[in-house]
T-cell receptor, first 116, second 112 residues
Framework: DAGVIQSPRHEVTEMGQEVTLRCKPI?????LFWYRQTMMRGLELLIY????????DSGMPEDRFSAKMPNASFSTLKIQPSEPRDSAVYFC??????????????FGNGTRLTVT | GQQVMQIPQYQHVQEGEDFTTYCNSS?????IQWYKQRPGGHPVFLIQ?????EVKKQKRLTFQFGEAKKNSSLHITATQTTDVGTYFC????????????FGQGTTLQVKP
């Protein structure tokens, strides 16, 4: 079991640039979550998908953020244009199932994004 | 919207002392999960509680789910330096499919 794979591990970019974060969920998992972690705001749920369909994107900060899941084994989170306040660790997590009770989330190692 | 509050934010204990973190939800939960995140790492699932009043144990860790399913606690007996990290509770509101909301976490420091 390779676990949830995220890339890149670290990303440093200048304000205004486009940033794309990538995630490969665990094979067989049908739910995928994107979280953002900062000291001030903790772990924030940005968006989650079930069977490749976005279910709830109410946590996406603004139109600069977008997420896609073109197939069961790949998802992207894009920020365009990036701003310094977007600096955070972005986690992708996957699980099996939809309805409560949830099954455990398996987190990737995260992408540490720094926008200068 | 659904909110999950966790206290305390930080806790420093001497090795061997006990530790407890508390989690409170603004809404009734269908389940609650607990995660541990080591410094520089990612959250790792510890346990899930589903039933009202449920108590589960994992070695020195005891997890409780309140009778009203709006609060939970994690108690560690005789802390060790390996317990260092941030402990998160995360819950799903009843009727809210799949949306897992995390508390702010309690960061535990253990002095040897």
């Amino acid at each position: 079991d390779a676990g949830v794979i995220q890339s890149p591990r670290h990303e440093v970019t200048e304000m205004g640039q486009e940033v794309t974060l990538r995630c490969k969920p665990i094979s067989g998992h049908n739910s995928l979550f994107w979280y953002r972690q900062t000291m001030m705001r903790g772990l924030e749920l940005l968006i989650y998908f079930n069977n490749n369909v976005p279910i709830d994107d109410s946590g996406m900060p603004e139109d600069r953020f977008s997420a896609k899941m073109p197939n069961a084994s790949f998802s992207t989170l894009k920020i365009q244009p990036s701003e310094p306040r977007d600096s955070a660790v972005y986690f992708c997590a996957s699980s099996y199932g939809t309805l409560a009770p949830n099954s455990p989330l398996h987190f990737g190692n995260g992408t540490r994004l720094t926008v200068t | 919207g659904q909110q999950v509050m966790q206290i305390p934010q930080y806790q420093h204990v001497q090795e061997g002392e006990d530790f407890t973190t508390y989690c409170n939800s603004s809404t009734t939960l269908s389940n609650i999960q607990w995660y541990k995140q080591r410094p520089g790492g990612h959250p790792v699932f510890l346990i899930q509680l589903v039933k009202s009043g449920e108590v589960k144990k994992q070695k020195r860790l005891t997890f409780q789910f309140g009778e009203a399913k709006k609060n939970s606690s994690l108690h560690i007996t005789a802390t060790q330096t390996t317990d260092v990290g941030t402990y998160f509770c995360a819950g799903t509101s009843s009727g809210n499919t799949g949306k897992l909301i995390f508390g702010q976490g309690t960061t535990l420091q253990v002095k040897p």
